[in-house]
């Protein structure tokens, strides 16, 4: 017979429950977070969702950046590309979750109809998170866009 590491009663394992367990996971920091600006018995929130951590280093991910942070567009996150986007549910061309990333509305706003899924929005000065109309350009499809790339990239477009 153990004792619980919570409560103090005894039980078969460390924990009686899982109210006991998760009690005590409550504002502890977890092991990958350690050394990463924080420290162990400073507190996290537990119960909020938060970017992966693992994937990347938090200075990296632009997610952890916008984390704490107010967002300046209601119903809008950054995807873990780094990408905008705009909680859009109705909109026929929507990933699962409701989301459009914002260069395409932007785009479509501006040509006045829905995109096609094989056209593709340029950021023109490589910033994706410039979605400005002056920023961004239209391709009917990826291989046009790579063409561009192999151009501009050969020094014949400016």
Not at 7 to 31: D, F, H, I, L, Q
Not at 34 to 53: A, E, M, Y
Not at 64 to 71: E, L
Not at 112 to 139: A, C, P, Q, W
Request: aromatic fraction near 10%; hydrophobic fraction near 25%.
């Amino acid at each position: 017979m153990n004792i619980c590491k919570t409560c103090g009663k005894e039980c078969e394992r460390t924990y009686c429950n899982y109210e006991c367990y998760w009690a005590s996971k409550k504002g502890k920091v977890p092991k990958q977070l350690i050394g990463k600006g924080f420290q162990i018995g400073s507190k996290v929130n537990v119960g909020r969702k938060r970017p992966d951590t693992t994937r990347r280093n938090l200075t990296d991910n632009p997610a952890w950046k916008r984390y704490g942070v107010k967002q300046q567009k209601p119903y809008s996150t950054i995807t873990s590309t780094g990408y905008t986007a705009i909680y859009n549910p109705y909109h026929p061309n929507c990933d699962s979750k409701g989301y459009m990333r914002e260069h395409r509305l932007v785009m479509e706003k501006h040509i006045g109809r829905y995109l096609k899924r094989s056209e593709v929005v340029h950021h023109i000065d490589g910033d994706i998170t410039n979605n400005r109309l002056d920023n961004l350009m239209l391709f009917p499809n990826n291989k046009a866009h790579m063409k561009y790339h192999e151009k501009s990239q050969a020094g014949k477009i400016d």
